[in-house]
T-cell receptor
Framework: GQSLEQPSEVTAVEGAIVQINCTYQ??????LSWYQQHDGGAPTFLSY????GLEETGRFSSFLSRSDSYGYLLLQELQMKDSASYFC????????????FGGGTRVLVKP | DVKVTQSSRYLVKRTGEKVFLECVQD?????MFWYRQDPGLGLRLIYF???????EKGDIPEGYSVSREKKERFSLILESASTNQTSMYLC???????????????FGPGTRLTVT
């Protein structure tokens, strides 16, 4: 089976940088995804890493190291609207199109 | 824009009732999924479907069944609702954009089901 570990909660101030780590165990790895979910809202896609390295999309970046079974989501120049839960999810070969999600990291941004 | 809609935002049912949750997507996606979300547990996959009339069990299929008679519609059925099925239910769809290395699931707004 698959399992993912990520911190349950992170608090930071506006303008700061937050890194959310995700470690995973899976039998055959395809890629690592990140989703954002505001309270009461649906999860929305942020990024997908299939290859090692850093991918940047505006203020958010996602990193993957397949050899370490590890990835992170980097949130820069934090804004109040970034207060949300962030989920990492693994897509693996044995599971085809399925994603297995971590428990989520709640990010609280303070003024 | 991709749109995934779910039949109800809030639903209250009694123990033992048969419950139908409907999900419709408008982008001709092959794959559709049903998850339940509970605090601290993330999203857990109940069932998914990669084609019409095809279904696969996810991680927690017990107590649920699904139906996919048309490509755009994926229904989740609780045969006999129980209180431990009180949860947020999320539907999603996905496809593989040709020539890309990305993979994205598109989620509906969710149905908060309470079983009393």
């Amino acid at each position: 089976g698959q399992s993912l570990e990520q911190p349950s909660e992170v608090t930071a101030v506006e303008g700061a940088i937050v890194q959310i780590n995700c470690t995973y165990q899976t039998s055959g790895f395809y890629g690592l995804s990140w989703y954002q979910q505001h309270d009461g809202g649906a999860p929305t896609f942020l990024s997908y890493n299939a290859l090692d390295g850093l991918e940047e999309t505006g203020r958010f970046s996602s990193f993957l190291s397949r050899s370490d079974s590890y990835g992170y989501l980097l949130l820069q120049e934090l804004q109040m609207k970034d207060s949300a839960s962030y989920f990492c999810a693994v897509r693996d070969r044995a599971a085809g199109n399925k994603l297995t999600f971590g428990g989520g990291t709640r990010v609280l941004v303070k003024p | 824009d991709v749109k995934v809609t779910q039949s109800s935002r809030y639903l209250v049912k009694r123990t033992g009732e048969k419950v139908f949750l409907e999900c419709v997507q408008d982008m001709d996606h092959e794959n559709m999924f049903w998850y339940r979300q509970d605090p601290g547990l993330g999203l857990r996959l109940i069932y998914f479907s990669y084609d019409v009339k095809m279904k696969e069990k996810g991680d927690i299929p017990e107590g649920y069944s699904v139906s996919r008679e048309k490509k755009e519609r994926f229904s989740l059925i609780l045969e006999s609702a129980s209180t431990n099925q009180t949860s947020m239910y999320l539907c999603a769809s996905s496809f593989f954009p040709p020539g890309t290395r990305t993979y994205e699931q598109y989620f509906g707004p969710g149905t908060r089901l309470t079983v009393t």
